[in-house]
C-alpha cells in the first residue's frame, strides 16, 4: 500500500486571515492553525469571519490533533468553535492555551479544550507519527513551528516567524534545532508569505524602542500608547521603557491586565513593584508623566482611542497639551477607513503624536532573506508558500526558485484554498483536485446564519433607511379602524417629507382595503406587491431605496 500525503488550505491562501491548514497522512488529519478574519466593513454587523470546516465535520473520526503555532486570533481565533464540532487534543505552548482561552472569553464561548502543552524542542508521538516542535521569534511569546513525520520525511510549518539572533529565550528562533532538522528529510516545506516582498531581514526593524525611546527621555507629560492586545513584544518595550526612565504604568484595560498577570509569571516581562497605578491613581500628584497602554483587538482598539481623544471615555483620562500619544498600532487590512479617521480625532486633542509607520517599525513577519535562510537551513524536497494574498505567494515561490537551489515549477506550489496536493512515497503526483471551502460569518452569538440576504439588508438599512408603516383593520367590517401609520429612519427629514408622506399613505391605504375586498389581505405576495409600489413612489421621490415593513394588524 502507498504511503499518501495530502497538503491543502481550508482558509489562509489568498488573503489575510483565518489561516488553517490540513496535512492528512493515509487516514489521519493532522489540522495546522484555526484563525478567523476581521471583516471589511461593508459586511454590516459581522463580527469575525471563520473557515467553512465542513470537510473536517464530515471527516471528525479522522482529525487527531490541532496545531496551533501561536496565540494571534488569526491563528487561533476560531479554536472555540470548531472544536466543539471536531473535538481533538490541542498542541500548543502554555502561553498560546491562554490566550485561546482568552479568546473563548471574548466570544462567549464555554468550551473545555483538550490541551496538550509543548515547547521548542519537545518530540512526541501522535497516532504512530512523530511530531517536532521548534521555537519561532513572533510578536507573542513561545512561538512554535511543528514538523509532523509522514515516513517519507517531515512536513514542516514554521508559523510566523523572523530571524533575531538578539531575541530574548522565549522569543527567539532555534536555528540550531532547524538545523538538525534539515538533517531529517523535509518533504515538503510550509512558511509564511505576508511581508516576503521586502528585502532584507525583519530584524532589527521590528524592534520598537529606537524609534520610542527620545519620547521617553524628552515628554515632559504623560505618554499615551495604543497597540493590538496580543502584540506582547511591543507592550514589553513600552514596559522596559517606562522601568527605565521611572514612569509609572497604567494597563488601560482590563484583558491586557488579565494577560500580563499571566505573562509575568511564567517570564515573559516583569514590572517592577508600586510601577502600576489604578485608574483612581493616575491624576494624583506624582503621576503627571505616567505611560499608559490601551489596547484592543481589531476595531475595538480604535474605538477606545476614540472615546479617549473625544472626551468620552473616562473622568481619569482627560487629554491634555502636555500629554504625548504613541500610535503603534499599524491599521490592518478592513480597517483603513476608521482607523485613518479615528487618528486625525487623536491629532484634533492637541497632544504631541507619534504615529509609527510601518517603515520605521516592521511587523514581526518574515522578509525575503528570512525566508531564503529557512530555505537553506531545512532543504525542503518541495516548498509551498502559505499564509498571505496571491501576491505574497507568488513572491514567496520566486524567492525559492531564484535562490539556484533546486527549486523550480515541478517542486514549487502557489495554490489556493481548497486546492490538494498529493505525494505519494514521497514523490510529488499533483494537484488532486479541490474540496469545498468557503467562510462563515459569526455576527454576535450567531455561527453562519448570517447570509447575502441579511447583508443585503443591512447594507439597504445604512444607505436608504428604513419605513414601518401600521394599520390596524376590523376584515369582517372591511375597513381601517386604526393608523395608517409611517415612521421613516435614515431616509428623509420629515419636515421635507410632507408630500411624500402623504403619497405613501394614500397609496397604502388604497392597496390594504382593495386587498380586504378582494380577501387577500393575509397573503406574503400582497405585502409584496405594497412593497414594490411604495418602492417605487419612495425611489421616483428620493432616489433612495429604503427597507419598507408594512405592519397590518387584524381585529
Request: proline share 4%; charged share 25%; net charge negative.
Amino acid at each position: 500500500m502507498k504511503n499518501q500525503v495530502k497538503i491543502f488550505a481550508l482558509g489562509g491562501l489568498d488573503e489575510n486571515g483565518k489561516n488553517m491548514y490540513v496535512v492528512e497522512v493515509n487516514d489521519d488529519i493532522f489540522v495546522l492553525e484555526a484563525g478567523i478574519r476581521y471583516p471589511e466593513s461593508a459586511l454590516s454587523g459581522v463580527d469575525i469571519i471563520m473557515p467553512d470546516v465542513g470537510y473536517l465535520i464530515k471527516n471528525k473520526h479522522r482529525v487527531k490533533a490541532y496545531f496551533i503555532s501561536h496565540g494571534h486570533d488569526d491563528i487561533m481565533g476560531a479554536l472555540p468553535y470548531v472544536i466543539r464540532d471536531v473535538p481533538a487534543p490541542i498542541y500548543t505552548s502554555r502561553i498560546t492555551s491562554f490566550l485561546i482561552e482568552d479568546a473563548a472569553h471574548r466570544f462567549d464561548r464555554n468550551i473545555k479544550f483538550d490541551f496538550r502543552l509543548v515547547k521548542g524542542n519537545d518530540e512526541i508521538e501522535i497516532s504512530g507519527h512523530k511530531v517536532l516542535f521548534f521555537s519561532t521569534t513572533h510578536s507573542v511569546g513561545e512561538s512554535l513551528g511543528i514538523a509532523i513525520d509522514t515516513g517519507n520525511g517531515y512536513v514542516v510549518y514554521t508559523g510566523d516567524f523572523i530571524i533575531d539572533y538578539g531575541a530574548l529565550p522565549q522569543y527567539r528562533t532555534d536555528v540550531t534545532a532547524l538545523a538538525k532538522l534539515g538533517e531529517r528529510n523535509v518533504l515538503c516545506l510550509l512558511t509564511e508569505s505576508i511581508a516576503c516582498d521586502i528585502p532584507g531581514h525583519t530584524s532589527p526593524g521590528h524592534k520598537l524602542t529606537p524609534v520610542v525611546e527620545p519620547v521617553f527621555a524628552d515628554a515632559k507629560g504623560r505618554i499615551i500608547t495604543s497597540f493590538y492586545t496580543q502584540n506582547l513584544f511591543g507592550i514589553r518595550e513600552v514596559i522596559d521603557l517606562a522601568a527605565k526612565y521611572k514612569r509609572k504604568l497604567l494597563i488601560y484595560d482590563e484583558e491586557l491586565r488579565r494577560i500580563l498577570h499571566l505573562v509575568t509569571r511564567f517570564g515573559l516581562l516583569s514590572i517592577p513593584p508600586g510601577m502600576m497605578l489604578t485608574h483612581e491613581e493616575l491624576n494624583r500628584p506624582g503621576n503627571e508623566d505616567a505611560v499608559i497602554i490601551v489596547t484592543g483587538l481589531g476595531e475595538n482598539l480604535f474605538r477606545s482611542l476614540e472615546r479617549i481623544a473625544g472626551g468620552d471615555a473616562e473622568k481619569h483620562l482627560v487629554v491634555q497639551p502636555t500629554d504625548t500619544f504613541i500610535i503603534a498600532s499599524p491599521t490592518i487590512p478592513g480597517l483603513e477607513v476608521m482607523a485613518t479617521k479615528v487618528i486625525d480625532e487623536v491629532y484634533k486633542t492637541g497632544a504631541s503624536v507619534l504615529n509609527i509607520k510601518r517603515r520605521q517599525v516592521v511587523s514581526m513577519h518574515a522578509h525575503g532573506e528570512d525566508i531564503k535562510m529557512i530555505l537553506t537551513l531545512l532543504r525542503p524536497k518541495y516548498f509551498m508558500p502559505v499564509k498571505g494574498e496571491y501576491r505574497h505567494l507568488l513572491t514567496n515561490a520566486q524567492i525559492a526558485v531564484g535562490m539556484q537551489q533546486g527549486f523550480n515549477h515541478t517542486n514549487t506550489f502557489v495554490y489556493d484554498n481548497g486546492m490538494i496536493t498529493l505525494f505519494e512515497d514521497g514523490v510529488y503526483k499533483g494537484y488532486q483536485g479541490s474540496i469545498d471551502v468557503g467562510e462563515i460569518m459569526v455576527d454576535g452569538l450567531g455561527v453562519g446564519d448570517v447570509g447575502n440576504l441579511v447583508l443585503n439588508d443591512r447594507q439597504k438599512l445604512a444607505d436608504n433607511g428604513v419605513i414601518i408603516l401600521g394599520v390596524t383593520v376590523d376584515t369582517q367590517a372591511k375597513k381601517i379602524v386604526a393608523g395608517p401609520d409611517v415612521q421613516m429612519r435614515g431616509l428623509v427629514y420629515l419636515k421635507d417629507a410632507d408630500k411624500l408622506l402623504k403619497d405613501v399613505i394614500t397609496t397604502f391605504e388604497s392597496m390594504v382595503l382593495d386587498s380586504m375586498e378582494k380577501g387577500e389581505l393575509g397573503r406574503e405576495d400582497v405585502k409584496g406587491k405594497m412593497r414594490d409600489k411604495l418602492a417605487f413612489i419612495i425611489r421616483r421621490a428620493t432616489g433612495k431605496d429604503p427597507i419598507i415593513m408594512p405592519m397590518i394588524v387584524e381585529v
